[in-house]
């Protein structure tokens, strides 16, 4: 098969595509990948076929909240982009594989005739149960029922995009959408990138779906040296470390919040090491024997297993990997989806309630902490989640899902 996928975004939404790249090939496929400019050495080491998004911004967009105008320019921009590179691109393939962020997609495919797998890294379908991932509600709220809220989602998607994307459907000769929230679940075939056990599903969703596992990549390229030094400093005594990481998002606040995690270590006796991401989080932290800074990408796989606890920001990515090592967490949300997984975390008994890193005080952050590395329930329930997504094939049952539209068309073909 010839298959075009096509994703934007952080390290935790390119590296599964690159993983995902990487499978299909071995498989025997021709894969073309559409990939923010930023990760162009990550796939040149990944040794997979790419291409690279003409607008790109992603790094920009992740070290601020935008406001309204520059949101709506950015979307905008990223829009028109995808239509003008990704309809010639789909013309030479069998099948696109698109994030739901890609809010392009759907039409281009209808325009091409190719058939899409719109993916997500969690339950972003419209439905009567589960509320918008991205929205800070996630538990049930007599006022803004999770109808109301996907409604609201709705209006606001309508207002960035549909203007955008009818002015290139007509220009395509296409009829316009009357609403993006139904029409691009509708026309896809949904597949729901996160593992089961961790994230939930809405028994009242009426579009196509399945749920496969989230696609960790266990196989990119990282500095040896570094990772033997981290594990090194886990390892020189029996006291419990904790793993900070913001990821690649920034946040006004992180200085101080590192700080404060620093000291409520040191008084309890606890290490630390701090993930510094793409904004150096930590960088400002007085040297410590009790203290690693873990300046270079190391895999989460090669260094959560060590630890005793994991804070970080939510994102699906981290969340995952945390959960995979059957590591207690505890999540400080900045985010979109991030205060999803942390009620979800939270929900499954796995870790302490997140807190947020702008109205936290010191002194109920070292509440959390203490909870979230003395409660031994956190550690009996992290564990035995880690046991069942251990046994998930994430990446295995995405390719077959997508293999399974070759065979539906061998199987035409003989007819």
């Not at 709506?72 to 829009?79: A, F, G, H, Q």
């Not at 959960?323 to 979800?344: I, N, T």
């Amino acid at each position: 098969m010839k298959i075009l996928l096509v994703v934007r975004g952080s390290q935790g939404d390119i590296y599964p595509y690159l993983g995902l790249a990487g499978e299909l090939e071995k498989r025997g496929h021709d894969v073309t990948l559409s990939l923010p400019g930023i990760f162009e050495k990550e796939a040149r080491d990944a040794g997979v076929n790419h291409v690279l998004q003409a607008f790109d911004d992603i790094e920009g967009m992740m070290g601020d909240v935008p406001d309204t105008k520059n949101l709506l320019e950015w979307t905008r921009r990223v829009i028109d982009s995808q239509f003008r590179e990704i309809v010639p691109l789909l013309r030479q393939n069998d099948i696109l594989v698109a994030a739901n962020t890609e809010f392009a997609a759907a039409s281009i495919a209808e325009y091409c005739g190719k058939p899409l797998i719109r993916t997500a890294y969690g339950p972003f379908i419209p439905g009567r149960v589960i509320p918008p991932p991205v929205f800070p509600w996630s538990k049930p709220h007599p006022v803004f029922r999770p109808a109301f809220l996907w409604a609201l989602l709705n209006l606001g998607l309508n207002f960035m995009v549909k203007k955008i994307i009818n002015r290139h459907r007509a220009a395509l000769g296409m009829e316009p959408i009357a609403d993006q929230a139904d029409h691009a679940p509708s026309v896809a075939d949904n597949y729901l990138m996160y593992s089961k056990y961790l994230g939930n599903t809405d028994p009242q969703w009426k579009y196509r779906w399945e749920i496969g596992g989230y696609c960790f990549n266990d196989t990119f390229p990282y500095k040896k040296k570094a990772y033997e030094e981290c594990l090194s400093f886990i390892k020189k005594d029996e006291r419990p470390v904790i793993f900070f990481t913001l990821g690649s998002c920034n946040a006004g606040k992180r200085d101080r919040f590192a700080a404060w995690l620093f000291d409520i270590c040191g008084e309890n006796g606890y290490r630390l090491v701090v993930g510094c991401g793409w904004w150096e989080v930590g960088a400002r932290l007085p040297a410590s024997e009790d203290l690693f800074l873990l300046d270079s990408a190391v895999p989460h796989r090669l260094i959560f297993p060590h630890v005793t606890a994991i804070i970080h920001h939510g994102g699906s990515g981290t969340t995952h990997s945390a959960s995979r090592a059957g590591k207690p967490q505890m999540v400080v949300p900045l985010l979109l989806d991030q205060f999803y997984w942390g009620e979800r975390i939270n929900a499954l008994g796995a870790g302490p309630p997140g807190v947020k890193m702008s109205g936290v005080s010191k002194k109920r952050l070292a509440r959390r902490v203490t909870d979230l590395l003395t409660n031994p329930q956190y550690r009996k329930n992290a564990a035995a989640l880690g046991e069942l997504m251990r046994r998930e094939r994430g990446l295995e049952n995405i390719c077959d899902h997508i293999e399974s539209y070759g065979e539906a068309d061998e199987e035409r073909i003989a007819e």
